[in-house]
Every structure is written in C-alpha cells, then in structure tokens.
C-alpha cells in the first residue's frame, strides 16, 4: 500500500450556477443536485423531484452513465465522502450544477469505482470533515480533497477490488429496482380484484384483520438495537435495525404504530419495537393481509393532517378489513409475488454483509483478488 495524496490520483471539476430562470416543466436536461448524492453512497433518483432545464451551457458539464460525483456542501450531517455514479435514464441528460464535483480519475494512477469506496472509508470523511468550512452549511473545495492523505494499491487491484464490490452493489440495486416493480404489480392486481369484490363480480365474503389474525405489539424499546446484530429489529422508522436476540421467527407484516405509520412485511427471524405491530397470518393470506394494511394504513396517513391521527391503535388494526375470495388464483399469484420480494430482499441482506465485511480488508490491503 502506498501512501500518497487524493490530489496524485484524481481532480474535481466544479458543478455550473445554472440561472434559475431556466427552470422549465419538462426538458431533456436534469441538473443534478446535491439531494441525488445519499448517504448510503448511492445516487438518489426521483422523478417527482426533478430539476428541469432549458438554457444555453457548456457541453462540459454533462455527465454520463458511471461518472462520480461527490458533493462540496455538506447538505445533511455526514454526507461528505459520501459518492454516487451517474446512472442511465431513458430521455435525461443529466447535467453538473453547482456544489457538486465530478471526480476525475488520473489515468493509469486511479479506478472510478475504487475511488467510490476510498472516499466512503472513515480516513477519507474524517479528514474531509476536519477541513470543511461554514456554520449553517459546511463547504469543502476541491483543494480539500487533494489534501487528503491515504493508503492505496497498484491501479490494476484498484480496477479488480472496485468491480468486485461494484458488481455486488449493481446487484443488490438491481433486486430494489424488481421489488419496487413487484410492488406497484402487487398494488395494482390488489386494485383490481378489490374493484371487483366490492361491485359483486367475484364471490366471497368480507371479514376483518381480527377474523384471522392475532394482533401482537413488540416489547422492545429503542435501545434494544445493536449495530451489526444478528437480526432484524423492526421499529416505527422506514430504516430496518440490527439486535442480537429474536423473538419472532415468521413470515409477518409489521406495521409502525406511530410516525409515518409505514407498512412491512417478513419472513425470518426477528424483534420488534414495542410500538409496532405485528400481524402473522395463515400463508394462504400473507400477501392479501399485508396489500389489505397497507391501503387502510394509507387512509390513516391521509387524516393524519395536523393532529388529527398521532398513533393507531390496536383495534384499528384489528378492523383493517378484507375479501377473501372462493376462487383462491389471485391470492396464490400475491403470494407467488411476495415471495419474490422476499427472496430479493434476503439475497440483497447476504450482499450487503459479504460487501461490508470485504470491504475494510480489501481497502486497507489485508485481503487481495487473485486472477
């Protein structure tokens, strides 16, 4: 390993003050901001929240597919080290706005995706936070990063240690995207068949979530999480912790009894908060009791405007109704979907641990990638 300076091996070219007045409604052309950098290293797509511009600028501010962007304001706590790589959307050219670098790898010296996970490592942020400057907003220019110090390999184990660990991160991106797909084909086979039971096209019957179900509430508080636990610990937060011990070992739909009363579902061993609750139904109606939560939970978050709604309780729960058809093909095709979900899911929390545990040892040189 070789200690040098970020400056040896790369440069960072500087985001353009695109004129607001060049914002329009819809333009081929999409700045990317400092919100698309997150901080899990990724970058963070939303086409609600797209930025659309239709102005005279330099060709040299587009970006392309796999270029690294890293910010220089640190927007929210933490964010500096944090990289992300410009993606492919279909009809977007996304250009480089202000307050946002392109890395620029020297040739023969630096890999891009190397690069993504030196600049992710505690050396890199710790330094690059000792150096930011500003009270409300902290900044950091490109001479921050060439300043700082750290230990690299020969660039031909750079370009084999960062597609090693780019590929897995490609991989577990991939399994999200399907789920998100997944999910909206779920919701809209749901829709469909609810249309039907309730304009009497189908036979059955409703019933309600107490019919089925026994409605539990974990028992943990806040501190129980432990980071890098052995299981999953589900809480009121969108964020999936880590605990050490388990008390449940189902498949089971969890819902936040509190905050933005968010909606999941598992299979596995787990804990819960003790403001979440827990539902675990026959397998036959896992998928239909979870799409049947989460719609009733939605309505929930729409009265919750104000101070109307802080929390549900128990027998919310218990009332979320449902239709369970004679004619079970549906069901069995959500439980086929959700399934699928969950096998994605599983596989990406392998990825995830393989990758963090790889990680330190092939950036620091304690472990190398044979030919």
Same mark, same amino acid.
Request: hydrophobic share 35%.
């Given at each position: 390993?070789?200690?040098?300076?970020?400056?040896?091996?790369?440069?960072?070219?500087?985001?353009?003050?695109?004129?607001?007045?060049?914002?329009?409604?819809?333009?081929?052309?999409?700045?990317?901001?400092?919100?698309?950098?997150?901080?899990?290293?990724?970058?963070?797509?939303?086409?609600?929240?797209?930025?659309?511009?239709?102005?005279?600028?330099? =060709?040299?501010?587009?970006?392309?597919?796999? !270029? $690294?962007?890293?910010? +220089? %304001?640190?927007?929210?706590?933490?964010? @500096?080290?944090?990289?992300?790589?410009?993606?492919?959307?279909?009809?977007?050219?996304?250009?480089?706005?202000?307050?946002?670098?392109?890395?620029?790898?020297?040739?023969?010296?630096?890999?891009?995706?190397?690069?993504?996970?030196?600049?992710?490592?505690?050396?890199?942020?710790?330094?690059?936070?000792?150096?930011?400057?500003?009270?409300?907003?902290?900044?950091?220019?490109?001479?921050?990063?060439?300043?700082?110090?750290?230990?690299?390999?020969?660039?031909?184990?750079?370009?084999?240690?960062?597609?090693?660990?780019?590929?897995?991160?490609?991989?577990?991106?991939?399994?999200?995207?399907?789920?998100?797909?997944?999910?909206?084909?779920?919701?809209?086979?749901?829709?469909?068949?609810?249309?039907?039971?309730?304009?009497?096209?189908? =036979?059955?019957?409703?019933?309600?979530?107490? !019919? $089925?179900?026994?409605? +539990? %509430?974990?028992?943990?508080?806040?501190? @129980?999480?432990?980071?890098?636990?052995?299981?999953?610990?589900?809480?009121?937060?969108?964020?999936?912790?880590?605990?050490?011990?388990?008390?449940?070992?189902?498949?089971?739909?969890?819902?936040?009894?509190?905050?933005?009363?968010?909606?999941?579902?598992?299979?596995?061993?787990?804990?819960?908060?003790?403001?979440?609750?827990?539902?675990?139904?026959?397998?036959?109606?896992?998928?239909?009791?979870?799409?049947?939560?989460?719609?009733?939970?939605?309505?929930?978050?729409?009265?919750?405007?104000?101070?109307?709604?802080?929390?549900?309780?128990?027998?919310?729960?218990?009332?979320?109704?449902?239709?369970?058809?004679?004619?079970?093909?549906?069901?069995?095709?959500?439980?086929?979907?959700?399934?699928?979900?969950?096998?994605?899911?599983?596989?990406?929390?392998?990825?995830?641990?393989?990758?963090?545990?790889?990680?330190?040892?092939?950036?620091?040189?304690?472990?190398?990638?044979?030919?």
């Amino acid at each position: 390993m070789n200690k040098i300076k970020l400056g040896e091996i790369l440069k960072v070219k500087h985001g353009f003050a695109f004129k607001s007045q060049n914002y329009v409604n819809k333009s081929e052309f999409v700045l990317v901001t400092l919100a698309n950098i997150s901080s899990t290293n990724n970058f963070q797509f939303n086409e609600k929240k797209l930025t659309y511009y239709n102005g005279e600028f330099s =060709n040299e501010y587009i970006l392309n597919e796999d !270029d $690294l962007i890293i910010p +220089l %304001t640190e927007q929210v706590i933490g964010l @500096f080290g944090n990289t992300a790589f410009i993606p492919k959307v279909k009809g977007i050219s996304f250009l480089l706005n202000q307050r946002v670098g392109k890395i620029i790898p020297i040739k023969n010296r630096a890999n891009n995706y190397y690069l993504h996970y030196l600049l992710a490592t505690d050396l890199v942020r710790k330094q690059l936070e000792h150096r930011a400057s500003g009270t409300k907003q902290r900044n950091i220019s490109p001479n921050d990063v060439y300043d700082v110090t750290v230990f690299i390999c020969d660039v031909k184990e750079q370009k084999k240690i960062g597609e090693l660990l780019y590929n897995m991160e490609r991989k577990i991106n991939l399994n999200n995207k399907i789920n998100d797909n997944l999910e909206k084909q779920m919701k809209l086979l749901y829709e469909i068949f609810m249309f039907k039971a309730e304009n009497k096209k189908i =036979n059955g019957s409703f019933v309600t979530a107490r !019919d $089925l179900v026994e409605v +539990l %509430t974990g028992k943990e508080d806040a501190n @129980f999480s432990i980071q890098n636990g052995k299981f999953n610990f589900f809480t009121c937060s969108n964020e999936i912790l880590k605990c050490n011990e388990y008390k449940y070992d189902s498949s089971s739909i969890l819902i936040a009894g509190n905050g933005d009363f968010n909606v999941k579902h598992y299979t596995g061993k787990f804990n819960a908060y003790q403001r979440t609750y827990i539902l675990t139904p026959q397998k036959d109606y896992y998928a239909l009791l979870y799409l049947a939560s989460l719609y009733r939970i939605e309505s929930f978050k729409s009265k919750s405007t104000g101070s109307i709604v802080k929390f549900i309780t128990k027998e919310d729960i218990e009332n979320i109704p449902l239709f369970i058809p004679e004619n079970k093909s549906i069901i069995n095709i959500l439980n086929k979907m959700i399934i699928l979900k969950e096998n994605n899911f599983s596989e990406n929390e392998i990825l995830i641990k393989l990758r963090d545990f790889l990680l330190p040892l092939l950036m620091n040189g304690q472990a190398t990638i044979s030919e």
